[in-house]
């Protein structure tokens, strides 16, 4: 059986100043809001613009080191994978949510601007693994 492949690479500028927190087990979980925007030409050859909002996580160190750095503005690259969560609310309606678990995040130009790729995390990817109760194992921790 062949295998899938997900990945998703996103340029975008970040929404809001990252929130990091941290699981019970005191794993770093650093959550990203990016704003991708694209304009096209509608029927009546207007010039629209569109923005789509992505919630991107980053896990360990790299996410601690990723929230002293990154703030509103910032235009970054992030390549990662697609997961959905599924979850039961306080009032047991169903609820869902999509998210880029990031493999690398690169800064791209300087803060607001999307002039080339200026700066690069140095560091190899982290090792460090999920809790237990996180909605994965081992074997699918992107780093």
């Known amino acids: 059986m062949t295998e899938g492949l997900n990945k998703a690479i996103l340029v975008g500028n970040l929404g809001a100043d990252p ?3 941290y699981t019970q087990s ?8 990016l ?5 096209f030409l509608n ?13 991107v996580v980053v896990w ?9 750095i990154l703030s509103k503005g910032r ?5 990662g994978r697609i997961q959905t969560r599924g979850w039961e609310d306080k009032d047991g309606n169903k609820r869902s949510s999509t998210e880029i678990v990031a493999q690398n995040v690169v800064f791209a130009g300087s803060r607001g601007s ?12 982290e090792t460090d693994r999920g809790s237990e109760s996180e909605p994965f194992g081992d074997d699918d921790v992107p780093f």
């Open 19 to 21: 929130e990091l927190r």
């Open 26 to 33: 005191g794993q770093a979980l650093l959550r990203l809001r």
């Open 35 to 39: 704003a991708t925007s694209e304009s």
């Open 43 to 55: 029927r009546s050859n207007e010039r629209q613009q569109r923005t789509e909002w992505h919630t």
């Open 60 to 68: 360990g160190k790299r996410a601690e080191a990723l929230n002293k």
């Open 75 to 79: 235009t970054v690259c992030v390549e």
């Open 114 to 125: 999307s002039e080339g790729f200026a700066e690069r995390p140095s560091s190899p990817p």
